[in-house]
């Protein structure tokens, strides 16, 4: 989603006369597009922070910028400006549109602009962004979260969920298409509550899958409880629509499911898994998961192994907890060890590692629909519907073509092939 986001500040600065810069040292302007769901994310951002100060002292009239989840926290905000005085602008995920207007005041004069105000307008029409190519383009359908997690600070940050107008979704996406695009990314934070009043998930994808072209739709990121049957087997019957879904568990254990707020329990979620092999039985399945969670025991935790395990993931997004100031997680009493935690994250690291790795090897002999997504003088790179990675021979003229690969051997779980077409 920052990336995108990042996108689209590009377009709105290139509009206003100002282009990209090739490197920081030469740049007159440098924006932080922030993240905090992850205590990692802010550290990184303090941590570049004080490279910029250095740059800065070299050339007083670079102009510095702040923005995103980080910082519409409003004490985080205060403190970061105590703390690097050099920043010129500090905003939030609300007023990103603003930031070419706000650099134009601090270039005019204005010494310090904070502006955290809340905006939960829906932009109309095609939303304009500078991609870097035209393989896989991001489009976001809705904004923030009514789901409030215990542990996830997204809703106090980015707001309620609201929805795009699906005419203009489509609108934007039939664009890209036109540009060449060849696999269009649908973003939200639980794009299956997507809702524009008239027209829900289902209604916008089985139109997206009736445009004309060659391309796939995949989306992120789904809700377990929120997934219906209905978008399952229309994913199984429409060929652009590419078999692959992002479920989040989280967690193994019903018990901390609970504590995180999460509104399903195991049951429920094998319930989704079954019905996605039914009906699509060669899908790509991801997730996420939370160790070390408030209260998190062995049993719990082993538990998380047991669904890793009978699920058999393509692909696991392993997260240890982190506190996020503002959520009730962050006062939980029986905070779990940070030892612990990474001892238990090493485990779940390499189970997934031992499964991807039996799964690589199913796919030996096997061909698929690729497309290309890197080019270089000799391999390769694609992506299967499955959201599966194979590197092959070929030549560049094979960017961004659909090409069948045949996999011919595995090393370390990675699928190696040759392009048969």
């Known amino acids: 989603m920052n990336v995108h986001e990042t996108e689209k500040l590009y377009a ?10 090739e490197n920081a040292e030469n740049a007159d302007i440098i924006i932080f597009n922030t993240c905090c769901v992850r205590e990692g994310a802010e550290t990184r951002v303090i941590g570049n922070l004080g490279i910029v100060k250095k740059l800065k002292e070299k050339k007083p ?35 990103l549109s603003k930031l070419p207007h706000m650099v134009n005041l601090i270039a005019n004069g204005e010494k310090f602009i904070m502006d955290l105000e809340t905006d939960l307008t829906v932009p109309c029409g095609i939303n304009e962004a500078k991609r870097s190519d035209n393989v896989n383009n991001f489009v976001n359908i809705m904004y923030g979260c009514n789901n409030f997690c215990t542990y996830c600070i997204v809703p106090y940050v980015k707001g309620r969920e609201r929805s795009r107008r699906k005419n203009d979704i489509v609108e934007e996406v039939r664009t890209l298409i036109g540009k060449g695009c060849k696999e269009i990314t649908l973003l939200g934070q639980n794009v299956n509550s997507y809702n524009d009043g008239n027209y829900n998930f289902r209604d916008l994808l089985d139109e997206l899958s ?9 989306f992120m990121t789904s809700h377990p409880k929120d997934l219906s049957n209905d978008v399952i087997d229309l994913i199984a019957k429409k060929e652009k629509l590419a078999d692959y879904i992002h479920l989040p568990l989280q967690s193994g254990s019903d018990r901390i499911l609970a504590l995180m707020n999460r509104k399903y329990d195991i049951a429920a979620y094998m319930e989704k898994i079954d019905r996605i092999k039914e009906k699509m039985p060669d899908a790509g399945i991801t997730s996420d998961i939370i160790v070390g969670f408030p209260t998190e ?49 090493a485990r779940l690291i390499a189970l997934q590692a031992e499964i991807a790795n039996k799964k690589a090897k199913e796919c030996i002999g096997k061909t698929y629909r690729v497309l290309c997504d890197s080019k270089s003088d000799k391999l390769l790179t694609g992506k299967t519907a499955s959201d599966r990675v194979i590197i092959f021979e070929g030549k560049e003229a094979l960017y961004n073509k659909f090409v069948d690969v045949k996999v011919t051997q595995v090393k370390n779980s990675k699928l190696y092939g040759e392009a048969v077409n």
Request: hydrophobic share 40%.
């Open 210 to 218: 009736d445009l004309d072209g060659e391309f796939w739709i995949k």
């Open 297 to 345: 025991t062995e049993k719990d935790f082993i538990l998380t192994e047991e669904a890793v395990q009978k699920v058999g993931y393509n692909n696991l997004f392993t997260f240890i907890y982190s506190k996020r100031t503002g959520t009730p997680a962050a006062v939980m009493e029986g905070q779990v060890p940070e030892e612990t935690k990474k001892e238990r994250i």
């Open 61 to 95: 009239s670079l102009i510095v910028a702040v923005c995103g989840c980080m910082t519409q926290q409003k004490a985080v905000a205060e403190k970061l400006h105590k703390r690097c005085p050099f920043i010129n602008i500090i905003t939030g995920t609300y007023k």
């Open 12 to 21: 709105l600065f290139e509009l206003s006369g100002i282009a990209q810069a």
